[in-house]
């Protein structure tokens, strides 16, 4: 089996393939303290619950845009399986053609998934990753990446509203039942929610304005569900498309 694990700010995803089928998924939280042999105890466990043992990872790949964390991670799959696994960065084989300022500032959980709209969806295409932060990525009908947007997630403008205002609640972040609301806590729904399928859709007209064409919108991110559901556009939901991209540029610098 080949062992996928992208690491975002908050959480780390795993995954496992066998073939070109992905055999299980699980979530750890990022934890900038943990130290290797923890992140290896952590695998070691998610593998004996979906009954693996770490002999049968044939290889490994790693996203990460938490450098400690990821280099932690590393060391971890090497002890835990004897493999170095591969990770996301300069001089890695990804096909993909980044047409930005910099390709070097690229992270590498835009990439994975970008290589993996490529690969699944009709082009152009707009990736919206709704995570920490909501990343959006724009790949042109030639597979070009040609840049995107950035935008505060929805934690983290929950983090900034509740933390910096004298009388606004922390909530859990779920949508309510009319846009315009009636208390505060509703209102904060709204906002957060609402908007962000709001700014979702504005964002991918305006950049289709750009592209001069109609485009394939796809959502990933741990809070990428919730937001979609209030879309007024057709948004593709791929709650794996990370994981697919970083199998994919397994197999281009391996096969």
Do not use: H, W
């Not at 004996?48 to 590393?74: F, H, Q, R, W, Y």
């Not at 879309?231 to 096969?255: F, S, W």
């Amino acid at each position: 089996m080949i062992l996928t694990v992208d690491i975002g700010n908050t959480n780390i995803t795993l995954g496992a393939y066998k073939g070109d089928v992905l055999k299980f998924t699980s979530r750890l939280s990022t934890d900038r303290r943990l130290t290797a042999d923890q992140y290896a105890i952590d695998i070691k466990d998610i593998l004996a619950l979906n009954n693996l043992a770490p002999d049968g990872i044939e290889g490994a790949i790693i996203s990460s845009v938490v450098p400690i964390v990821g280099s932690n991670m590393k060391k971890a799959i090497k002890k835990l399986t004897g493999i170095t696994p591969l990770a996301i960065g300069p001089g890695v084989k990804t096909g993909l053609n980044i047409r930005i300022d910099n390709p070097a500032q690229l992270g590498a959980d835009m990439v994975a998934g970008a290589v993996a709209a490529v690969a699944k969806y009709p082009l152009p295409c707009i990736v919206c990753d709704m995570g920490t932060a909501t990343t959006i990525s724009v790949i042109d009908k030639g597979g070009v990446f040609l840049g995107g947007a950035i935008a505060a997630g929805l934690g983290t403008t929950l983090e900034a509203l509740a933390g910096n205002t004298a009388q606004l609640p922390y909530i859990d972040i779920s949508a309510p039942d009319r846009v315009i609301g009636t208390n505060t806590v509703d209102s904060m729904r709204s906002g957060l929610v609402i908007g962000a399928a709001a700014m979702l859709d504005g964002m991918a007209k305006r950049m289709e304005a750009e592209l001069g064409s109609p485009a394939t919108l796809v959502a990933t991110g741990g809070l990428a569900e919730g937001v979609t559901a209030y879309c007024e556009r057709e948004v593709i939901l791929d709650d794996n498309l990370l994981l697919d991209g970083l199998y994919l540029i397994y197999k281009k610098n391996t096969d």
